[in-house]
């Protein structure tokens, strides 16, 4: 018999005979002569309840032992429930015990703490909240997939070890085959790659070699910062969203991030109503509100200096003075996109002394053509720019940024032969999710979260 997933027979139409569904018990309570089971599969953030009544082979032996966390496989029938507040229920014909989980089952039927449950992330996917969340983590990533396809743009795997830092910022992990020494230099000529090499950060230099031969590309994949730092939006693991465009200025890159977040938003609401209803019950009682107008709205493109005046003009008080050169704080980014504007915003052409080597020189020669789409709650979510396609201007930034241009011949190559304008975004996943849940810390909407101090699972 095939296995029916409970998320299909919620759908159902008719009644159903000789189906087969496999879970977990969520709860059990008796009645004289017969037993309600609360089972979930994991497909669905509804449960199926099954009915057993004293008949069933086993029943005083199996079913009125069955626990919280016990695994099952039920045969019966898809049968209309005369219970309020579901259609469908299955009477059991046979029911098999995989396993009974004891009593000391560390998900009760009670509410546990976001801190509780992430020492037990092994177990935290089978509550409602998280079943939730990744279940929308799941829809996302295809959404993704589905944007960037009917756009016609091409998926591409960039290296996860790598000789270059993208950033520059230094904040890289190690990949060595060396003994740990305390010998300074170290000699990485002796190491498994014959030079010192990192877990990326960014797949975006090698997409950009991709865009100027491809066109359109994207790549989707996991980055590494070993940032000691403990925010709620910030992980040591996480994932990106990385498109480059070839021929496309900092105007095109800003309309296809906001028709991005648009057009994903928009999905999972459409994918996800059950899962999106529980975060705006329990987690963010505005969410749906607030993504409908992110879906609705035009984004407000506001060049950095504007922001700043803004800000300064607010009468607000604000922990951090904001003097140009200086980058947004969330408590700016909160205030222009919850209190100023209410919408998303997209602030653009940063200083160049805050941004990093490969980001285009506007004519002021004191700006570049960079941008980040701010979103409430989140914060930024979206960093990007038009990339500096000038040979000449490229190798100068590197050298005010003390980069070694002979590491990246390579990268200078691409403006050497056939250079055009192309511009670029990294998208962070997590952030999307944090945005698209109302969930509030970044440690909660990916499986196994890495921070400092922190590789449990």
């Known amino acids: 018999m095939k296995r029916s997933l409970i998320s299909d027979l919620m759908k159902s139409d008719i009644v159903q005979t000789g189906v087969l569904i496999q879970g977990w018990v969520r709860t059990r309570r008796d009645s004289k002569g017969f037993s309600f089971i609360e089972l979930n599969d994991g497909s669905s953030l509804k449960n199926m309840q099954v009915l057993a009544d004293e008949t069933l082979p086993g029943y005083n032996e199996v079913v009125l032992k069955l626990t919280t966390g016990s695994a099952l496989a039920v045969e019966g029938d898809l049968i209309n429930s005369p219970g309020a507040g579901q259609r469908w229920e299955i009477k059991a014909r046979n029911i098999r015990v995989y396993d009974i989980a004891p009593e000391s089952y560390p998900l009760q039927k009670k509410r546990h703490s976001d801190e509780y449950l992430r020492t037990i992330a092994h177990l935290r ?31 591409i795997h960039t290296p996860i070890i790598t000789a270059s830092d993208c950033e520059g910022a230094g904040q890289m992990f190690r990949v060595t085959t060396l003994e740990p020494t305390m010998q300074k230099p170290v000699d990485f000529t002796q190491d498994f790659f014959g030079k010192q090499s990192s877990l990326t950060v960014s797949g975006q230099l090698e997409a950009e070699l991709f865009a100027l031969a491809l066109g359109n590309v994207y790549t989707f994949g996991p980055t590494f910062r070993a940032e000691n730092s403990n925010t709620r939006r910030h992980a040591a693991e996480f994932w990106m969203i990385e498109p480059e465009m ?58 950095y200096r504007d922001a700043l005046l803004l800000i300064e003009k607010s009468g607000q008080t604000f922990e951090f003075e904001v003097p140009f050169g200086q980058d947004l704080q969330s408590e700016h980014e909160q205030f222009l996109t919850e209190d100023y504007f209410k919408k998303p915003v997209i602030v653009y052409n940063y200083p160049a002394s805050i941004k ?33 396609e000038r040979l000449d201007v490229l190798e100068r930034r590197m050298d005010e940024c003390g980069l070694e241009k002979d590491s990246y011949w390579w990268y200078l190559d691409s403006r050497r032969f056939g250079s055009v304008p192309h511009s670029g975004f990294g998208l962070g996943f997590e952030r999307l999710v944090m945005m698209v849940t109302g969930i509030a ?12 101090k922190n590789i449990e699972f």
């Open 246 to 303: 070839a021929f496309c200025d900092l105007s095109d890159n800003m309309s296809l991030a906001e028709e991005l977040i648009k057009y994903v938003t928009a999905h999972v609401m459409e994918e996800c109503p059950d899962d999106i209803d529980l975060f705006a019950r329990f987690v963010e009682k505005d969410l749906t509100k607030q993504l409908e107008k992110i879906v609705g709205s035009e984004f407000v493109r506001l060049p």
């Open 125 to 155: 996917p089978r509550t409602n909240k998280y079943s939730a969340a990744f279940r929308i983590r799941s829809e996302l990533a295809y959404g993704i997939h589905k944007f960037f396809k009917e756009k016609s743009f091409t998926y």
């Open 441 to 452: 810390n970044i440690r909660d909407v990916i499986p196994f979260p890495r921070t400092p």
């Open 356 to 388: 990093p080597f490969y980001m285009r020189l506007n004519d002021d020669n004191e700006t570049v053509a960079a941008m980040d789409v701010l979103v409430g709650r989140v914060g930024e979510i979206i960093g990007g720019s038009q990339r500096e």
